[in-house]
């Protein structure tokens, strides 16, 4: 088992940044990366951004793409989302994941908590 913790969360103005952290324990070598994804009420999962554990080889949505940086700290078994120039649309809750390097959520075994991103005007 894998558990997963996120903070970093919270309220910020339109333009404004925040970094998203997420603090993997446990059988940590299972997996071979780490992804955030996020869901608004009622809506489907969408991906947001994922990284290889191994060679830090990342992928993005279009939609945060060149807004949003992933990264890893193995050592600290901590993946981060760097988020900035944020707009009304990245409002929702954010989920850190484990599982293959990929932006479909079916391959992810498992997931955090989430934590609420709200961006105001």
């Known amino acids: 088992q894998v558990q997963l913790v996120e903070s970093g969360g919270g309220l910020v103005q339109a333009g404004g940044s925040l970094r998203l952290s997420c603090v993997a324990s446990?059988?940590?070598?299972?997996?071979?990366?780490m992804g955030w994804f996020r869901q608004a009420p009622g809506k489907d999962r969408e991906f947001v951004a994922v990284?290889?554990?191994?060679?830090?080889?990342?992928y993005y949505a279009d939609s945060v793409k060149g807004r949003f940086t992933i990264s890893r700290d193995n050592a600290a078994n901590t993946v981060y989302l760097q988020m900035d120039n944020l707009n009304l649309e990245d409002t929702t809750v954010y989920y850190c994941?484990?599982?293959?390097?990929?932006?479909?959520?079916?391959?992810?075994?498992?997931w955090g908590q989430g934590t609420q991103v709200t961006v105001s005007s």
């Open positions: 990284i290889r554990r191994s060679d830090g080889s990342t």
């Open positions: 994941a484990a599982g293959r390097y990929s932006s479909s959520w079916y391959q992810y075994d498992y």
């Open positions: 446990g059988r940590t070598f299972s997996t071979n990366a």
